[in-house]
């Protein structure tokens, strides 16, 4: 079966800035697709390409059998967007906001009215729904903006960060709502920097970093593919010297080592139950006194250290 | 689907206009309160020879300023949903271009016909208490055809300078420009004969073909008899409008090139 969505060589330069560079990816239909980066990694700009608001500077990205390039009115037939912004008119109510974009969508006036409650009702909004968003917290913002895309339900959803600044409750309805959607026949393109997030939602996963993709794969791949399949992070009481480091990469089966902070390694090994005895009587010998130490599994967090060197935090900081 | 798309986009622009109803009826209170001062304090003071009542003349000329102000707010709205980003939502909608951008010119004009209405009645009826003449249904029609001639061009005008520039204070420093070249250089305020004794060729020809002066002599046409109705006024209103509703439209096409 064909993707629903390609990009071929998709490229944006902003002057001498290369916001994404030459990106090639493959969705398919059906499927919710984990974007995922640091900020300022170039998804929102891929995704404002995909939607047509903005143009590529080379190469061009298909939706459905749309070149964007070409067919940017039809391709938007096929898409719809939750902003990582809400993109909204502060003195409207929620009510008019959706009403208004359902029935540019083409809804009929009967399901309009049905949807709209819907999600005002699942979103928690439904008692503000008269109320002027000016007066709403940033939270409740988002909410709104989320609500268009589910209201819409398009063949192609994207959501960009679409928990930002949402209460834990909220955010876990959320992603029901999204996995609904996929259920009802829309494929998802989920742009986020939680790494959490990516992992419980995605079916695959495209990590993207400083507008390069790195790596494409289902969450699981590319957990165990990276060498050293568990990850023991130790907290010693002081921080821990180079020589240290280095030291503890010699022990048998263990396959990197790396600061996260200054006092605080992952150690990335095959069969840790063996080595994790090794690795206590290491830092007894060298008279370094542990804190804590945790054994698990290999997260998104640790596939993004691996392919980028980075934590996606020193990575958004950069 | 184009009528549909275009008619919601042009609901959300009115929708929008009429949430400020408060602000809205004290401006055009203010506009009200502006011809009577006029009316008390020129018609005293204007050379009867250059113009015989000055309020009369003035009334046509101060409900053109008012539909050009309500119909430049647009791009007022335009140039923020630019600065705040907005604009990717307008142009993620599954509409073509061309939809959003006549919407948003027709909703333009439109909210300067609503905001104008007001005044125009009070211009027909102080031509009516001053020279006794109605115009007729026909001559009813053209003046409000010719008004909103007037309304779609400034909208489109000022969508094309709103969609220009991301800078608010650049855009403020345009329509400040536009104001006073076409208000300063028109018939809004002082008769043809005064322009052509007073001011040099080029501001002249500018005045002549300015549409703020071919809106307000169209209608002091049919209010006063005076200047004539001239075919050439409607044609270059006719022209006014449609070239900027396209360069509107090819604007918005153009805000997906950044």
Known sequence: MAPIIRTVNLTKKFGSLVAVDHLNLEIEEGEIFGFLGPNGAGKTTTLLMLITVIKPTEGTAYVGPYDVTR????????????????KLLWVSTPWDVLDWHAKVCGLSSEERRKRVRWALEELGLWNERHKSIHGFSGGMRKRVEIAKILIQRPKIA?????????????????????RALRDEGSTIILATNELYE????????????????????????????????????????KEVPSKIVEELKAINRIVDVLAVKPNCLKIYLNQAEEVLPRITEFFMKVHMPVK?????????????VHYTGLTIEEAQKR | MAVKAVMHIMERDIR??????????????????DLFIMAVV???????????NYFVFFAPGLTITALFAAAFMIGREVNMEIRRDIIHYMLSLPIKRWELAFGRVLAGSVRGLIYMSPLLLTTLAITYLYTSVFPSPLELFTIIFTLF?????????????????????????????????LFFCSTVFYPMTLIQSSLPTPLVLIARYNPLSCGADLSRAFLLGTPPFSFWMLLDLGIFALFFAL???????RAMQK
Request: glycine share 6%.
């Open chain 1, 198 to 237: 990516a992992d419980v939602l995605s079916d695959r996963v495209a990590i993207i970093h400083k507008g390069k993709l790195l790596v494409c794969d289902a969450p699981k791949k590319l957990k165990d593919s990276i060498l050293g399949g568990d990850v023991i992070e130790v907290v010693l009481e």
């Open chain 1, 292 to 304: 804590s130490i945790q054994m698990s599994e290999p997260s998104l967090d640790d596939v993004f």
């Open chain 1, 71 to 86: 067919e940017p009115d039809k391709a938007r037939t096929l898409i719809g967007m939750a902003f990582q912004e809400p």
């Open chain 2, 247 to 253: 360069v509107a439209a090819f604007a918005y096409r």
């Open chain 2, 16 to 33: 929008y206009f009429f949430r400020f109803k408060w602000w809205v009826a004290g401006m055009v209170s203010m506009n009200l309160a």
């Open chain 1, 158 to 178: 994207i959501v960009d960060e679409p928990t930002a600044q949402i209460d834990i409750v909220g955010k876990h309805r959320i992603w029901n709502m999204i």
């Open chain 2, 42 to 52: 020129y018609t005293r003071m204007v050379n009867p020879n250059l113009v015989v």
């Open chain 2, 149 to 181: 001639l007037v309304a779609i061009g400034t909208s489109g005008l000022s969508i094309s300078l709103a969609l220009s520039t991301t800078s608010f204070e650049k855009y403020i420093t345009m329509r400040g420009v536009v104001y006073y070249v």
